[in-house]
Structures are given as structure tokens and as C-alpha cells.
């Protein structure tokens, strides 16, 4: 009998360590055909070398793959190995060998067709442009797998090292869970785990637009609003101004923190003052498409959606009407996709981090050693001395970060003593005003904020446009770290609009949205007979002032956080997590129960979801025949795209940034340019990769194109001194060094005084001819008068 158990025993561990050195032989093939992809690819002239960085990765992301097929396959080979012996094994063996050859064919597909295999297989068989060769994915197969014949042999004694199945599948769990957090690109992806993932994502895609309209939101531009009863007649358009204060609730305005912004609560005074507003959102990034474009989310906010997307804004049609635009914001740009969403707006100017001077400081760094950019009232500070004089009319927008954690203000003790003051004076409760100095920095953020918000309308008021400009203050979202009476208010938030042009103020009692901004004030400009706009448009949002038709809904869907829309409001029921709550005037809740009603709300709340995905994904918000801005995003062939994710993996620009530069360095040019145009469709401000492919054009002697790309660079980053020095080389290059003294001007007058930027204006000088220096360079001034022309 014990020998007997003692025969069993072994027996089965033999059983049990003959499945490890078969893992390791399934991702020798899986290495293998990698070397197989790349080689291909080589010799097609897409990659520079088979083996590469890419690679590397390449064979991380297939570890993870048979991580988890073998965590999986592990139970699969347990349960048959106890019904019978050597069942399991051969069951493994057979899904191990299929898995490879489905592994092949994809590869195959991927390198004939440049393009990874996703969720739209089955369309591909009626598709003439196809290519797909199965005599190469039986060669491919055929190798791979008498690899891993002979492979086995030799992997098979590594059972010594791994000898039990559990400890190895927490090994594997945890590779698994590694490669998660890494950076996928088609050329390094396991190709089935690129295509389980797509088919999954598609079978279980929920709220599917089945509608019959091709542009659902499409609709007549509605050209009255209630707030043409408000504001006097114009004879020329307004100047507008769009300050988005972050994280600024209502509670500040309307509510039980009023006192610790004084300067706000003078101005509602003054003001039409909605005190039941909402932002659409619960982010600061995707309330900025809501206010400028009344526009559909996408999964995670608008600025997010990966591909262009057709729409008309406040931007465009301003711009369209001769407006002057502007972005003002001390932090950077390139979160969230907001830079790139206002280069394809054509934003006239755009104040972000990069343009402010010396004579301004960021804001202190956080515990991580981070920074968010510049204080409020550098922002106020740097419009007022940097923004241009036009005749025309103007339209700037403000986004303010310092009432954003971590709070870093300047002066932050005075500020904390000042709230201090101000709550001992107030008539908040115990617990209120323990909260209010248990959180002290976040209130003192505010109340400097109001103070940088006092100052900049006070210099307003100097201007001589004053009496002719519209002013519209709100809130992002309500910050989650004030406390919340209920579900709904953190979306709760001040609208101010205060103007010269106003008749009188009021308190609006409506309930309204960010998204209805749009719609109202191009209906107010409207009544200027100069002021065109397309007929039709594709806003989510209504009238600020008028309540809809009878027989229209009242409808306001919310996106709580990225990926999770889970709020939204029909007439006067909030939806939120499968519960209905009535709203009374001052948006109160009362949780209410009504199963014809529920079934309404659901089912109007799921069409919402539905169009919203359906036309952020299909751009199909509006058509292209009536939309103002274009895509001018570089494009790609499919052999570039492959090359580019192969020198450059992660999501890390910089990286990729230093990648072009040496390539440059090294005088490959084409391939360095290549590179940089991506960076830029992806970042398209990032003004060191502008500045690279100016002087990649002046090294290979094309001046021309150089001089063109960094003059625009100085437009835009008027503050940054490597554009200046790269322009200087390239007049100097060219032998145009007489036009060195209006670039050496325009950055003195910008506050650039840089050292190296001084050396090379006087190396320039020293070869400019007498003549041209006659009379302390008016005779240059008068050959380069163009050029400041053109940078503005």
C-alpha cells in the first residue's frame, strides 16, 4: 500500500513538471515569432533593425501573454489530469500549439496588411485590399513549431528550478499584472491578446446609437434667447470675456461660504447671477469643451477623443466673425489634449506656461516636486501686459488653477489669516468653521483667487473697451474635498454675467447648464445683423433664460469622472446610480419611486449615452460641409506608423523628443522630421520639437521653410529665448544677418535677454557692411520692417 501511494506520488509530480518546461517552450515560439515580425518588416524597409528597443518590449508584452494563458491553462490541465493521466498534458499541449498558429496568422496579417487584426474580422473577408497569404502563415507555423519541438528537449530539465504548479502561477499572475501597466503599440503587442481584447470590448460595447439620423444633435440655429431683455441695444459686436474658475462651487457664491469671497459677492450684486447652475462635469479639463462648445463627452471628456472630430464652437464662429481669440492658462496645455483641441480652434494667441517672462513665478512645488504653473494673478497680470491692441472685437477665456490642489498660493499666510478672520466674522456653525480651519489652505486659495479676480476687473474697467464687454464667470466643478449636501452637488456652480451693456441685474432662478452658454450668447450676438452664424448647429445645450417648448425635454446628462456617466437630470428628476430623486426650485432631492417614470428617464438616458458615444466615435456631431475648422493633423502611412512605434514606446514625448534630436545629430534627417510631425500631432505646442524641425530645415540649407517655421514659433512662444537663437542662426546661415536687429529688438521687447541669443547677434553684426549700419541701423529697420508684420 505504500509503495503504491509512494508510485502515485511520483507519478504525478512528473505529470505536474512536464506543463512548466511546456510554458517556456509556447513563449520560445512566441519569441520566435517575433523575430519572425520584425524580420519581415525589415526587409520591407519599415524597421531599421530587427532587433531593437521595440523588441525588448515586444517580448515583455509576450511574457504577459503566457502568463495568462498559463494561469488559466494551469486549471484547465488540473481538473483533466485528476479524471485521467496524461490527459491534461495533451489537452495543454494541443491549446499551446493552436495558440501558436493563431499567433502566426495574425503576425502574418499584421505584417502584409501594416495593421493589427481587430474586432471588424469578419468584414475583412469581402474586402479586395486585404492581403493575407496562407502558404507564408503555414511556413510561419511549420518553423515555429519544430523550434519548439527541439526547443523542448533542452527546456524540459529546467523542472528542478520550478518543481510545484502554484508558486509558478503566482509568478505568472504577477508578470501579468506588470505588463498591464506598460505602453502597447501594435508592433510590440501580442497580436491574439490584441484581438481577444478588441472583440470583447466590441461584444460587450453597450448603448449602440440605433437611430435613424445621421447627425443626431444636427439642429436650426434658434436666434432668440431670454437674455436680449437684459442687455441694451449694440451697435457694434462685444468684447467677451470667459473666466472658469477651478473648482469653484456654488457654495462660494450662493451658498454658506459666500463671506471668503467678498469681491464675487459684490459683482453678483451687479450681475445676472443663475443660483441654480450646474457644470456638466466633474473635471476641470472636460467642463472647458462643455462652456466653449456645448459638446458631447466622448467616454472621457471631448479633448480626449483620439481622432478630430467636425463641431462648431464659440471659437470658430467668433473667429469666423472677425473676433480676436484668446486661451489664457498658467498651467500646460498638453494635459488633457487642450492644446491640441485650440491649435485645431485657431486660437489666435495662446498664453500657457510657456509665455510668461522672467519677471513672474510659478507657483510652489508640491510634495512631488511638481509644479502646476503660474498663480492667478500672473495670469491676470501677463494678458494685461502681453495681450495685442486690435480694432476689432475680442474673445478671451481664462482657466484658473490655483484654487486646484495642492493650493500653493503666494503668500499663503496672509491668505490663511485672512480666512482665519473671516470665519470668526461669519455666521457659520461649530462643525462648519472646523472644517473651514481644518482645511485652511484650500480657503485661502479661494480668497486669493477673489482677490486676483478684484484686481483684474479693476484694470478692466481703466480700458477703454470696458463699456462694451461682456463678462461670464463660472465654475469647472464643485472640489471634492468640500463637503456635499447630496448626489447632486458636485456639479453644482456659480454663472455670473456682469456687463456695462446690462440693464439691470438679476437673480436667475432656471435651472441651467454649461452647455447652454453657447447657444445663448450666439443667439444675443445674433440680433447684430453683421454677426452671421451657420444655420445649423450640434449643441447638447438650449436657453439660458427660456424653458423649452411643451413637447421637448428638459434633459442634462452629467459625466462624473472619466469613463462614468452615470448622472443625468429629464425636466425635473435626477437619475443617478438607478435611483430617482424629484428636484424642487432649489434643486433639493427627494428619492422618489415611479416605474413608468424610471422607465422613461432610462430609456431617454440611454439614448443619450448612445448618440453620445456614436457621434464622438463616428464624427458625426456635425458635417463637414458646414464645419469652420478642418483637420490639419499630419497623416500617416501605415509603414510610418510602424517604423515610429518602434524607436518610440510609452507615452513619454520628451523621449521621444530626445530620440529626433539625436537622429538629427546624426543627419538623418528624414527620419528625425518624420518623427518630430508626430510629436506634434500628438502635442501640437510643444515649441522645443517646433524649433527642431526649423533648424533640421536649416541644416539640410532650406532656409526658407526654416525661417517661415521659426518666426511662427516666436509668435507663439514670444517668451521662449531658443527660438530667437534658432532664427539667428538661420539669417546667419542664409547670409541675412542685416535681420538680426529686428529679432534682437522683438526679444528685448519680449523680456528676453538671453546670453547666447546676445553672441549671436553679434556675430551677425560683425558681417553686416558698413552701409548697412549707417545711422545706428535705420537702413536695416527699413529692409526688415516686414518681419515684425508677420509675426503678429
Known amino acids: 500500500m505504500l509503495e503504491y501511494k509512494e508510485d502515485?506520488?511520483?507519478?504525478?509530480?512528473?505529470?505536474?513538471?512536464?506543463?512548466?518546461?511546456?510554458?517556456?517552450?509556447?513563449?520560445?515560439?512566441?519569441?520566435?515569432?517575433?523575430?519572425?515580425?520584425?524580420?519581415?518588416?525589415?526587409?520591407?524597409?519599415?524597421?531599421?533593425?530587427?532587433?531593437?528597443?521595440?523588441?525588448?518590449?515586444?517580448?515583455?508584452?509576450?511574457?504577459?501573454?503566457?502568463?495568462?494563458?498559463?494561469?488559466?491553462?494551469?486549471?484547465?490541465?488540473?481538473?483533466?489530469?485528476?479524471?485521467?493521466?496524461?490527459?491534461?498534458?495533451?489537452?495543454?499541449?494541443?491549446?499551446?500549439?493552436?495558440?501558436?498558429?493563431?499567433?502566426?496568422?495574425?503576425?502574418?496579417?499584421?505584417?502584409?496588411?501594416?495593421?493589427?487584426?481587430?474586432?471588424?474580422?469578419?468584414?475583412?473577408?469581402?474586402?479586395?485590399?486585404?492581403?493575407?497569404?496562407?502558404?507564408?502563415?503555414?511556413?510561419?507555423?511549420?518553423l515555429t513549431l519544430t523550434i519548439c519541438f527541439f526547443s523542448y528537449k533542452y527546456i524540459a530539465p529546467v523542472y528542478t528550478i520550478i518543481s510545484r504548479m502554484y508558486p509558478l502561477t503566482i509568478v505568472f499572475f504577477s508578470i501579468f499584472l506588470a505588463t498591464l501597466y506598460s505602453d502597447k503599440k501594435p508592433v510590440n503587442e501580442n497580436k491574439t491578446q490584441h484581438l481577444a481584447q478588441h472583440v470583447t470590448r466590441s461584444l460587450f460595447q453597450s448603448h449602440s446609437y440605433e437611430g435613424k439620423e445621421e447627425y443626431p444633435l444636427l439642429s436650426p440655429f434658434q436666434s432668440t434667447t431670454g437674455l436680449s431683455k437684459y442687455f441694451q441695444g449694440m451697435d457694434s459686436l462685444p468684447n467677451i470675456k470667459i473666466i472658469v474658475i477651478d473648482g469653484l462651487g456654488n457654495d462660494f457664491v450662493n451658498g454658506q461660504f459666500n463671506d471668503f469671497m467678498p469681491y464675487l459677492q459684490k459683482l453678483k450684486k451687479q450681475s445676472l447671477n443663475w443660483k441654480n447652475f450646474l457644470s456638466n462635469t466633474g473635471e476641470s479639463h472636460a467642463s472647458f469643451p462643455s462652456i466653449i462648445g456645448s459638446l458631447p463627452f466622448g467616454e472621457a471628456g471631448f479633448t480626449n477623443l483620439p481622432n478630430f472630430t467636425y463641431r462648431n464652437t464659440l471659437y470658430s464662429i467668433l473667429n469666423k466673425n472677425g473676433y480676436t481669440t484668446s486661451f489664457n492658462y498658467g498651467g500646460n496645455t498638453a494635459l488633457y489634449n487642450l492644446d491640441r483641441f485650440l491649435e485645431e480652434e485657431k486660437v489666435d494667441l495662446i498664453f500657457d506656461r510657456n509665455n510668461f517672462g522672467r519677471e513672474f513665478n510659478l507657483q510652489e512645488e508640491d510634495a512631488a516636486g511638481i509644479s502646476l504653473g503660474y498663480p492667478d494673478k500672473s495670469l491676470f497680470s501677463n494678458f494685461h501686459k502681453n495681450n495685442m491692441t486690435t480694432n476689432g472685437p475680442k474673445f478671451d477665456v481664462f482657466l484658473t488653477l490655483s484654487t486646484k490642489a495642492p493650493f500653493q498660493i503666494p503668500n499663503p499666510d496672509d491668505y490663511s489669516n485672512k480666512v482665519e478672520r473671516i470665519a470668526e466674522k461669519s455666521n457659520l456653525d461649530g462643525s462648519t468653521k472646523r472644517f473651514v480651519k481644518r482645511n485652511d489652505e484650500l480657503f485661502a486659495s479661494f480668497t486669493y483667487t477673489d482677490d486676483a479676480l478684484a484686481e483684474f476687473m479693476e484694470n478692466e474697467r481703466n480700458r477703454p473697451n470696458f463699456s462694451n464687454t461682456i463678462y461670464l464667470i463660472t465654475g469647472s466643478h464643485q472640489l471634492s474635498e468640500i463637503s456635499q449636501n447630496n448626489a447632486l452637488s458636485k456639479y453644482r456652480v456659480p454663472l455670473l454675467i456682469f456687463s456695462p451693456l446690462l440693464k439691470k441685474p438679476d437673480e436667475i432662478e432656471k435651472m441651467a447648464s454649461h452647455f447652454d452658454i453657447v447657444p445663448s450668447l450666439l443667439a444675443l450676438l445674433s440680433e447684430n445683423q453683421t454677426f452671421q452664424v451657420p444655420e445649423q448647429l450640434g449643441f447638447l445645450g438650449g436657453d439660458l433664460i427660456q424653458a423649452p417648448n411643451l413637447n421637448e425635454f428638459r434633459e442634462i446628462p452629467l459625466l462624473r469622472s472619466s469613463y462614468n456617466i452615470q448622472d443625468y437630470i429629464l425636466n425635473d428628476i435626477y437619475y443617478s446610480d438607478g435611483k430617482m430623486y424629484r428636484l424642487d426650485q432649489n434643486l433639493n432631492l427627494t428619492e422618489m419611486e415611479d416605474e413608468e417614470k424610471e422607465n422613461t428617464i432610462e430609456r431617454r438616458f440611454d439614448l443619450f449615452k448612445s448618440f453620445n458615444s456614436y457621434v464622438t466615435l463616428k464624427n458625426r456631431i456635425i458635417p463637414s460641409s458646414i464645419s469652420l475648422i478642418e483637420d490639419k493633423k499630419p497623416k500617416f502611412s501605415k509603414e510610418e506608423l510602424i517604423w515610429i512605434e518602434s524607436v518610440f514606446n510609452g507615452k513619454d514625448i520628451d523621449n521621444a523628443y530626445t530620440t529626433a534630436k539625436n537622429m538629427a545629430f546624426d543627419k538623418d534627417y528624414g527620419r528625425a522630421q518624420l518623427l518630430c510631425k508626430y510629436i506634434l500631432s500628438i502635442i501640437p505646442r510643444h515649441a522645443d520639437t517646433e524649433i527642431l524641425m526649423g533648424r533640421i530645415h536649416s541644416w539640410q540649407g532650406e532656409y526658407d521653410e526654416a525661417i517661415e517655421i521659426l518666426m511662427d514659433v516666436i509668435h507663439k512662444y514670444p517668451k521662449y529665448e531658443d527660438g530667437y537663437c534658432a532664427l539667428m542662426d538661420a539669417f546667419y546661415w542664409s547670409g541675412q544677418n542685416e535681420k538680426t536687429y529686428d529679432i534682437q529688438g522683438l526679444a528685448r521687447k519680449n523680456g528676453v535677454t538671453d546670453k547666447i541669443l546676445t553672441e549671436k547677434f553679434e556675430r551677425s553684426i560683425d558681417l553686416i557692411l558698413p552701409e548697412d549700419k549707417m545711422d545706428g541701423g535705420q537702413a536695416i529697420e527699413q529692409k526688415t520692417a516686414g518681419i515684425s508684420t508677420k509675426l503678429k
Open 8 to 142: 502515485h506520488i511520483e507519478t504525478k509530480e512528473k505529470t505536474l513538471r512536464d506543463f512548466i518546461p511546456m510554458v517556456l517552450t509556447f513563449f520560445v515560439g512566441l519569441t520566435f515569432l517575433s523575430i519572425y515580425q520584425n524580420t519581415i518588416l525589415y526587409s520591407k524597409g519599415v524597421l531599421d533593425s530587427v532587433f531593437n528597443s521595440s523588441f525588448l518590449l515586444y517580448l515583455l508584452h509576450h511574457l504577459g501573454y503566457t502568463a495568462v494563458i498559463s494561469l488559466f491553462l494551469a486549471f484547465i490541465f488540473n481538473i483533466l489530469e485528476n479524471k485521467r493521466y496524461g490527459l491534461g498534458l495533451r489537452v495543454s499541449k494541443i491549446i499551446l500549439i493552436l495558440l501558436l498558429i493563431i499567433e502566426a496568422s495574425l503576425i502574418t496579417y499584421y505584417v502584409q496588411n501594416f495593421e493589427p487584426l481587430g474586432s471588424d474580422f469578419l468584414g475583412l473577408f469581402g474586402n479586395k485590399e486585404i492581403h493575407f497569404s496562407i502558404s507564408q502563415v503555414l511556413v510561419a507555423s511549420l
